[in-house]
C-alpha cells in the first residue's frame, strides 16, 4: 500500500509536468502576446517599443528558456507578475482562491446531498411517479446550462424579491452568505446533482438485484436498512468517481456561474487573464486547477480502497 | 396423520399458491402445494430447475419478489402463527429469528462490504437484546459453532478472503444464530465442490439434530435426499406430484416423473458393470409454465401417459399410507424403477 501510494505520488508529479507544458505551449501557440494586445489598441506600431517592451517582460527569449523560467520561479514560489495589474500573480490568485473552494465545496456538497438520496429513492421505487418525475427532473438538470439557469434565478429572485444578491466580501448576516453563496453554488451544482442522481439510480438498481439484498432481507433487515446499509454501501463507488470526475468539470461551470452572478473568483479570473493574453496568470491558475483535479482523482481511488474491502493497491 | 404429529409440526403449508405477473402472461408458480414440517425433521422438496421449488421457500418467508410475484393463496402456519396475514413489520420480527433461509451461491449471498462477524452480529441485534460487544461473542461462537478454524479472526475478514465451503458455513451460522425453530436451505451445496459439499451437508444435518431444528431442503439432487431427509415432496411443474417418507419413496415411487428421476440417477460404475452403459434421462423439456397442457404437466414427457393424462389433471390421492402421489396411474406402478 506504502509502495503503491509512493508510485503513486510520483506519477501524479509527472503528469503535472506534462500538463505544465502542454499549457506553457498552448498558451504561446494562441496568436498574439499582450504586447500585440496593447499596440493593436493604440493602433500605431513602433517596433522599437515594441521589441523593448517584449524584452521587459521576457518574450523575446526562446520558448523553452522561458518555460524554465516559469517553472523555476514556481519553484522558488515566486509566479512573477501580471501583465495587466503588474503585481505578484500569487497576490492576484491568492485570495480569489477561497471564494471559489467555497463555491465549489458548496455545489459538491449540494449534488451528493441531493443526488444520492433521490437516487436511491428513485431506484428504490422504481417504475413509480416518483421514479418517473425524479428522472424528468433529473434529465432537465443535465440538458439546461448553468449560465441560463443562473440567470432564470437572477430574474425569478427579482421578479419575487424587487432584487437580487450581490456579491460582498463580508457578508453581514446568515441570509446574505446564503444568498451569495449557496444560489450560485446550486445553480451550478444542478448539473452534478441530477448526473449524481442518475448514476445512484442505476448503480442501486444493479446492486439491489444481487443475492446479498436478499439475504439481508431474510435476516428481518428493515428496508432502511436494507437500501442503505446493505446496497448503497455497495453502490457508492461508480458514484464517487462520478463525483471526482464532476469535481473537474465544475471550474467550467463556475467560469459562468461566477460571471453571471458577478463573483471575484479564480475561475471568472482566470477568463479576464486569458483575454488579455496574461501569462503569468493564465498558466498559474491552469495549473492549480490541474493540481485539484489530479489531486481529486488520487483521493477518489484511495476511497475506493477505503469503501471496498475487495480493492486492495498492492505493489 | 397421528396427532402426535400434528402436535409436533412447526410450519404447515396449506394449499400455497403463488402466481408471476410476466410480459408473456401469468403463470402459476407455486400451484395449490401443502405440506409441514415438524420439529427436528427433514423434509426435501425435489424436483428440476423451474418447478417451483425455490418459489415455494421463498413464499414461506414472504420474499418473493413484488412485482412480478405474489402469494394469491392458501396459508402458511409457523409455530401456530399465520404468516400471510402478519403486517411486513411483524414478518420481519420472524424472518432471521423464528425462521431463516440458506441460498444457493454462498460466493454472492454475502455482503462484499461488511465483515462476516458485522453480518452475523447484524442477525443477532435486529433479534434479541444484546450489546454489541455481546452480539460480537455471540458471533464468533457461532462460527466456532460451524467449524471455521480460527473464528475469532475469521469474523474480522470480509466475505472476499473465504473460500466457497467457509462462506457457506457462515451463511449457516448466520441463519442459525437467532436458533431458528424452521431453517430453509435452497440447494445449499450446488456450488460447492464436491468434497465440500458432503462437509456441509454433514453439518447442516449435525446442527439441526443438535439445535432441534426444522429442516426445509431444497435439492435436484435425489442423492443428498436419500442422506438426509425423512420425506419427500416432489414438485414438477408448479405442483406436488408426490410426498412420501424418504424410504418410501426410494423403494416405491408412485409417481413416473420420480421414476425418471432416479433412473437419471448417475450410479457409481463398479467393477464389473458395463463402462459404456448410458446415462438414462427423462425425454423433453419441463413445458413452459404459462402454456401448461389441460391435463397433467408430465404427460407429454410421460411414457405411460393415456388419454386421460391429456385430459384431466390427476388429483393428489393417498396410494399406501402416507404416501400420495398424483397420477392416474400411480396404482399400476409398482417397486423400484
Redo the contacts between chains.
Keep these: 500500500m506504502f509502495a503503491y501510494i509512493v508510485r503513486r505520488l510520483a506519477l501524479m508529479l509527472v503528469t503535472l509536468i506534462g500538463i505544465s507544458i502542454i499549457i506553457f505551449v498552448l498558451l504561446r501557440v494562441v496568436p498574439g502576446n499582450i504586447v500585440d494586445i496593447l499596440f493593436d489598441a493604440a493602433g500605431f506600431v513602433d517596433p522599437t517599443d515594441k521589441a523593448n517592451l517584449e524584452k521587459e517582460l521576457g518574450l523575446n527569449l526562446p520558448i523553452y528558456q522561458q518555460y524554465l523560467n516559469w517553472i523555476g520561479g514556481l519553484l522558488h514560489g515566486d509566479l512573477g507578475y501580471s501583465y495587466v495589474s503588474e503585481k505578484p500573480a500569487l497576490q492576484e490568485i491568492l485570495p480569489r482562491i477561497p471564494i471559489t473552494a467555497r463555491l465549489a465545496a458548496l455545489a459538491l456538497l449540494f449534488s451528493a446531498s441531493i443526488g444520492i438520496p433521490l437516487g436511491v429513492l428513485s431506484a428504490v421505487h422504481q417504475g413509480s411517479k416518483l421514479d418517473y418525475t425524479l428522472r424528468v427532473v433529473s434529465l432537465s438538470g443535465l440538458s439546461l446550462p448553468s449560465f441560463w439557469l443562473g440567470l432564470l434565478i437572477l430574474m425569478a429572485s427579482v421578479s419575487l424579491f424587487g432584487t437580487m444578491p450581490i456579491y460582498n466580501p463580508n457578508p453581514k448576516t446568515w441570509t446574505e452568505a446564503f444568498a451569495i453563496y449557496a444560489v450560485p453554488a446550486m445553480a451550478v451544482g444542478f448539473r452534478s446533482a441530477a448526473l449524481t442522481m442518475r448514476i445512484t439510480r442505476s448503480s442501486m438498481l444493479e446492486i439491489l438485484r444481487q443475492d446479498y439484498i436478499r439475504t439481508a432481507r431474510a435476516k428481518g433487515a428493515s428496508e432502511t436498512s436494507v437500501n442503505y446499509r446493505h446496497a448503497l454501501k455497495n453502490a457508492i463507488l461508480p458514484v464517487i468517481t462520478v463525483i471526482g470526475i464532476e469535481a473537474a468539470f465544475l471550474i467550467g461551470g463556475l467560469i459562468v456561474t461566477e460571471t453571471v452572478f458577478n463573483i471575484p473568483g479564480v475561475a471568472r479570473f482566470l477568463v479576464e487573464a486569458l483575454r488579455w493574453r496574461d501569462y503569468p496568470i493564465v498558466q498559474n491558475l491552469v495549473m492549480l486547477i490541474a493540481v485539484v483535479v489530479v489531486v481529486a482523482n488520487f483521493t477518489v481511488d484511495m476511497l475506493y480502497a477505503a469503501i471496498d474491502p475487495r480493492i486492495r493497491y498492492g505493489d | 396423520m397421528s396427532e402426535a404429529r400434528k402436535d409436533d409440526t412447526i410450519l404447515d403449508v396449506k394449499n400455497l399458491q403463488t402466481v408471476f405477473f410476466t410480459n408473456s402472461g401469468l403463470f402459476r408458480a407455486v400451484d395449490d402445494v401443502s405440506f409441514n414440517v415438524r420439529r427436528g425433521e427433514t423434509l426435501a422438496i425435489v424436483g428440476e430447475s423451474g418447478c417451483g421449488k425455490s418459489v415455494t421457500a421463498l413464499s414461506v418467508?414472504r420474499?418473493v419478489p413484488d412485482p412480478p410475484g405474489r402469494v394469491v393463496g392458501g396459508t402458511v402456519t409457523l409455530e401456530g402463527t399465520d404468516l400471510l396475514s402478519l403486517d411486513e413489520a411483524e414478518m420481519?420480527?420472524?424472518?432471521?429469528?423464528r425462521m431463516?433461509?440458506i441460498?444457493q451461491?454462498p460466493m454472492?449471498?454475502?455482503?462484499?462490504?461488511?465483515r462476516i462477524g458485522d453480518q452475523i452480529t447484524?442477525?443477532l441485534r435486529?433479534?434479541q437484546e444484546m450489546t454489541s460487544r455481546e452480539a460480537w461473542a455471540k458471533a464468533v461462537e457461532m462460527l466456532r459453532l460451524v467449524r471455521i478454524p480460527e473464528p475469532d479472526r475469521r469474523a474480522q475478514e470480509?466475505p472476499?478472503q473465504l473460500s466457497g465451503g467457509m462462506r457457506q458455513r457462515a451463511?449457516i451460522a448466520?441463519a442459525l444464530a437467532c436458533r431458528p425453530a424452521l431453517l430453509i436451505a435452497d440447494e445449499p451445496t450446488t456450488a460447492l465442490d464436491v468434497t465440500i459439499q458432503a462437509q456441509i451437508l454433514a453439518l447442516i444435518v449435525d446442527l439441526q439434530k443438535t439445535l432441534g431444528t426444522g429442516l426445509i431442503l431444497i435439492t435436484h439432487d435425489l442423492g443428498v435426499v436419500a442422506q438426509t431427509a425423512q420425506r419427500v415432496i416432489v414438485m414438477y411443474a408448479g405442483k406436488k406430484v408426490e410426498e412420501a417418507a424418504v424410504e418410501d419413496l426410494f423403494e416405491n415411487p408412485k409417481h413416473p416423473y420420480t421414476r425418471g428421476l432416479m433412473a437419471s440417477m448417475p450410479a457409481v460404475i463398479s467393477f464389473g458393470a458395463k463402462t459404456d452403459a448410458r446415462l438414462n434421462e427423462i425425454p423433453g423439456m419441463v413445458p413452459s409454465l404459462t402454456n401448461l397442457p389441460p391435463g397433467c404437466a408430465f404427460a407429454p414427457r410421460c411414457s405411460l401417459a393415456i388419454d386421460r393424462c391429456r385430459a384431466e389433471y390427476p388429483p393428489l390421492q393417498e396410494v399406501d399410507g402416507d404416501h400420495f402421489a398424483a397420477c392416474w396411474r400411480a396404482a399400476e406402478l409398482v417397486g423400484a424403477p
Design positions: 418467508m420474499l420481519r420480527k420472524i424472518r432471521g429469528n431463516s433461509m441460498f451461491e454472492t449471498s454475502l455482503n462484499p462490504v461488511m447484524e442477525v435486529l433479534h470480509y472476499h451463511m448466520m
